[in-house]
Every structure is written in structure tokens, then in C-alpha cells.
Antibody, heavy 123, light 108 residues
Framework: QVQLRESGPGLVKPSETLSLTCTVS?????????WGWIRQPPGKGLEWIGSMYHSGSTYSTPSLRSRLTISLDTSKNQVSLKLSSVTAADTAVYYCASFYCGGDCYSGYFDNWGQGTLVTVSS | SSVLTQPPSVSVAPGKTARITCGGN??????VHWYQQKPGQAPVLVMYYHSDRPSGIPERFSGSNSGNTATLTISRVEAGDEADYYCQLWDTSSDRWVFGGGTKLTVL
């Protein structure tokens, strides 16, 4: 069973960079799978941020693409998220999830989720 | 606003059937997935490829997808089914995976 756990600062100042790490257990990220990030502003719905394959190919939501970096550290079995120039609108619970593609990634789904971590953007 | 339209809330008595819809243009031609999120918890996949259940999800949960509407059906609803439910698919027009706005299921 794949398990994921997000970690990182709970408070980030406006204009700075939000950095989160997702530690994966029960599966080697170098073996395959896509790894994604989803966020949920307080009291609101889910928003897909971006996903990365173990080979390095990435997808990201167009509205965040210019500020977003997703990377894998296979030696630590971790997935990282960096979001630059944050504003209060980036305040949310951030979830890491494994993404199952099957034969067609456009039909894929998020099958395992971390517990999420709240990041507040405030001075 | 999401390209997927869900009713904000659905209420149902225990033991009855709840139907949660997800509307979108020609959604029947896409693979739709559903997630359950209880308060303070992470989402859990409850249906994938619109009608397949992950292991551990009760048979009371079923799904369908046709035309412009996908539906998650929960039969013999229990108090423990009370949660927010989200649909998800790939949106070609915006080049991203999208979630519906979510439906709060209340068990009366």
C-alpha cells in the first residue's frame, strides 16, 4: 500500500516561495507512477496543481505553470513542490497523491492521498 | 468556477438511495472518477472509470456516465456516508485535470 506524507512550513510570507515535500513509503517512485499535487483553499473545493512522472515529464495547471516546480528525489523517495511569488490566494491545504495512468493518462485518477498540510500565506 | 457542475448539497434519509450528479459537456465520452472527503480528512477514491470500485469500497456505491451527466449512486445510505463528494476528469479545453465543485451529502 502506497503511503504519502506531506511536510513543510505552515506559514509563508507573501512574494516568497512555498516549498513542500512528500515522502512516499510502500513504493519506489523510480519504479513508475505519476505523482501529483492538489490543493484545497479553506472551505472550498479541490484544485489540481501539477503531476510528474518518474521519468521527469510533467504536467501542470496553466494558471500556475509559470510559478510552479515539481521534482523527484529518488534517493529519498520524495516528491517536491515549489510555488514562487505566493499571495494570500495560495493559502490552502496541499495534498500529495499518486496518480494512476493505465494506458491513457488523460483518463487517470488519484488513488492514494497524503493527509494534507495547511499552508497559510501571510505576513 | 469548475467546468463540471455538481449540486452543492444532497440530503437523504438513512436506508434510502442518494444520487450525486456531475454535469459537463459530453461528459459521457470521458472517464470520470469520484472522491469522498469527510471533514478534516483527505479525499478517498470511491469510484474510477465511472463505475469501477476500489477495494474496500462497499458495493452500495455504484456509478454511471452517459450524455452530459455522470452519476454516483449510494444505495442504502448510512450515517457514515455523510461527506463531500467530488467528480474528476481531464478537461481538454483547459488542458488540465479538473474537479467538480463538490456535493455535500447530508444523511437526515
Amino acid at each position: 500500500q502506497v503511503q504519502l506524507r506531506e511536510s513543510g512550513p505552515g506559514l509563508v510570507k507573501p512574494s516568497e516561495t512555498l516549498s513542500l515535500t512528500c515522502t512516499v513509503s510502500g513504493y519506489s517512485i523510480r519504479s513508475g507512477y505519476y505523482w501529483g499535487w492538489i490543493r484545497q483553499p479553506p472551505g472550498k473545493g479541490l484544485e489540481w496543481i501539477g503531476s510528474m512522472y518518474h521519468s521527469g515529464s510533467t504536467y501542470s495547471t496553466p494558471s500556475l505553470r509559470s510559478r510552479l516546480t515539481i521534482s523527484l528525489d529518488t534517493s529519498k523517495n520524495q516528491v517536491s513542490l515549489k510555488l514562487s511569488s505566493v499571495t494570500a490566494a495560495d493559502t490552502a491545504v496541499y495534498y500529495c497523491a499518486s496518480f494512476y495512468c493505465g494506458g491513457d493518462c488523460y483518463s487517470g485518477y488519484f488513488d492514494n492521498w497524503g493527509q494534507g498540510t495547511l499552508v497559510t500565506v501571510s505576513s | 468556477s469548475s467546468v463540471l457542475t455538481q449540486p452543492p448539497s444532497v440530503s437523504v434519509a438513512p436506508g434510502k438511495t442518494a444520487r450525486i450528479t456531475c454535469g459537463g459537456n459530453n461528459i459521457g465520452s470521458n472517464s470520470v472518477h469520484w472522491y469522498q472527503q469527510k471533514p478534516g480528512q483527505a479525499p478517498v477514491l470511491v469510484m474510477y472509470y465511472h463505475s469501477d470500485r476500489p477495494s474496500g469500497i462497499p458495493e452500495r456505491f455504484s456509478g454511471s456516465n452517459s450524455g452530459n451527466t455522470a452519476t454516483l449512486t449510494i444505495s442504502r445510505v448510512e450515517a457514515g456516508d455523510e461527506a463531500d463528494y467530488y467528480c474528476q476528469l481531464w478537461d481538454t479545453s483547459s488542458d488540465r485535470w479538473v474537479f467538480g465543485g463538490g456535493t455535500k451529502l447530508t444523511v437526515l
